[in-house]
């Protein structure tokens, strides 16, 4: 298994550094936040589908959202990892159609 590319490599360098500050000062707060009715202070600025080094996709600016750290780290990663969203709504029933709930395959 080899290394991880540094963050540079990956693109995260001095452009991003600017352009996620820049994002930022224009979206301010954690859009996950807002959506549970709370405002919180957005302090990453995230890839709604994840870029995995497609360079088109990481600098289109529709496909970033302002997050919070406990949005981004927490539920963000989990839903990638499993490959849908865990929430569910006020029915209590998954919200996310991905879900396997919503699929049909519950166990």
């Known amino acids: 298994m080899s290394a991880r590319a540094s963050a540079s490599e990956r693109g995260y360098g001095t452009a991003w550094r600017k352009a996620r500050a820049g994002h930022l000062r224009s979206h301010p707060h954690c859009v996950a936040c807002s959506r549970e009715g709370r405002i919180a202070p957005a302090t ?8 995995r ?3 088109r996709l990481f600098w289109d600016r529709t ?5 919070c750290t ?16 865990a929430r569910v709504g006020a029915d209590g029933l998954p919200t996310d159609p991905n879900h396997p709930f919503n699929r049909g395959d519950a166990r």
């Open 44 to 51: 990453i600025v995230d890839h709604i589908i994840p870029h």
């Open 53 to 55: 080094g497609d360079q």
């Open 63 to 67: 496909n970033w959202q302002s997050l």
């Open 70 to 85: 406990p949005h981004h780290s927490g539920e963000k990663q989990g839903d990638e990892a499993r490959g849908y969203a």
